[in-house]
Nanobody, 124 residues
């Protein structure tokens, strides 16, 4: 079992940046691939980015590629999402998730544990 707590969300103007963090506790963090998902009001949850157990492989949604960067620090049991050039359409609740698989999958059904989410609001 692993517990996930997101932080770093907030209100930012379009073009600005934020860095989300997700701290994990419980089972060894390095045994999980990690992902970020988001859910805008009235919409389904969607994949944002994922990173393999070692951090050597990453995967991004086309909508964020080149603007967002996922990384992890296994010594600190933390995964990050650096978000640059933010747009109003990035507004959503952002969730981190842990998968027992080793791959950086974009399939939400393959993630076993989820955080409570952190709100990101981008104003125009």
């Amino acid at each position: 079992q692993v517990q996930l707590v997101e932080s770093g969300g907030g209100l930012v103007q379009a073009g600005g940046s934020l860095r989300l963090s997700c701290a994990a506790s419980g089972r060894p963090f390095s045994s999980y691939a990690m992902g970020w998902f988001r859910q805008a009001s009235g919409k389904e949850r969607e994949f944002v980015a994922a990173i393999s157990r070692s951090g050597g492989v990453t995967n991004y949604a086309d909508s964020v590629k080149g603007r967002f960067t996922i990384s992890r620090d296994n010594a600190k049991n933390t995964v990050y999402l650096r978000m640059n050039s933010l747009k109003p359409e990035d507004t959503a609740v952002y969730y981190c998730a842990a998968s027992a698989l080793s791959i950086a999958t974009r399939n939400p059904g393959l993630y076993n544990h989820w955080g409570q989410g952190t709100q990101v609001t981008v104003s125009s």
